[in-house]
């Protein structure tokens, strides 16, 4: 679980992920999750859920301060309550039409999404510059495996390549997978940038074949 590693905090997506105006789909023990950026850049983690048909919000849309359901465009604001329900536009929604929401911070470049209720802040990635996120279709042991090293209590995992020293921070996902930010030591360039990306999804590689054999025994 993603509590294991990170405390409370889960790392969900990473700044550049985000921009105002969207919303994209995101997951946390606690489940899926919309999380969301509105027009003036305030991020808000909501359940991914309508509760007029349990549509998912995070195939919904931004509007203003606001976000809306696809199906019949249920509004709801960054505290969950619902704004607005467009068949009746004349009425006021009730408080008890109303989405969860989590604590979210957003520290050094990073997203970071409560699981329960937290008890300190983030843990912080000083001198660390993300530089994009992929998915593994393999659990943490086994990227931990392929990286020859173990996560650090913020799930860290430090590995050494041709273009220098990378670090992942994990985040394990539904279904055995994990969420991988690759992270750079400083403003290296772009060719340790790519170098750095390449590393990562060799790893990727690396994990997902020992998953397979693992399943496979």
Request: charged share 20%; aromatic share 4%; proline share 7%.
């Amino acid at each position: 679980m993603p509590s294991d590693t990170t405390g409370f905090w889960t790392p969900v997506a990473l700044s550049r992920d985000l921009p105002a105006g969207t919303v994209i789909p995101a997951w946390t023990a606690a489940g899926s999750i919309a999380l969301w950026r509105s027009a003036s850049g305030r991020i808000s983690a909501s359940a991914d859920r309508c509760p007029h048909r349990g549509m998912r919000l995070s195939h919904g849309f931004v509007r203003g301060e606001a976000l809306s359901c696809i199906y019949h465009g249920w509004s709801y604001g960054q505290a969950g309550n619902c704004l607005r329900i467009p068949a009746h536009p004349g009425l006021t929604p009730p408080e008890t039409i109303h989405v969860a929401t989590h604590d979210v911070e957003e520290a050094d470049s990073v997203i970071w999404v409560a699981v329960g209720t937290p008890v300190s802040k983030p843990p912080r990635l000083e001198g660390l510059i993300p530089l994009r996120s992929l998915t593994a279709f393999a659990g943490i042991a086994a990227i931990e495996v392929a990286a020859g090293s173990k996560a650090s209590p913020d799930g860290l995992v430090e590995i050494d390549t041709p273009a220098g020293t990378i670090c992942l921070l994990l985040s394990a996902q539904e279904d055995g997978r994990t969420l991988i930010h690759v992270l750079l030591k400083g403003d290296a360039g772009l060719p340790a940038g790519i170098g750095a990306s390449r590393a990562a999804e060799s790893l990727r590689r690396r994990a997902e074949d020992l998953q397979k054999k693992e399943i496979a025994q």
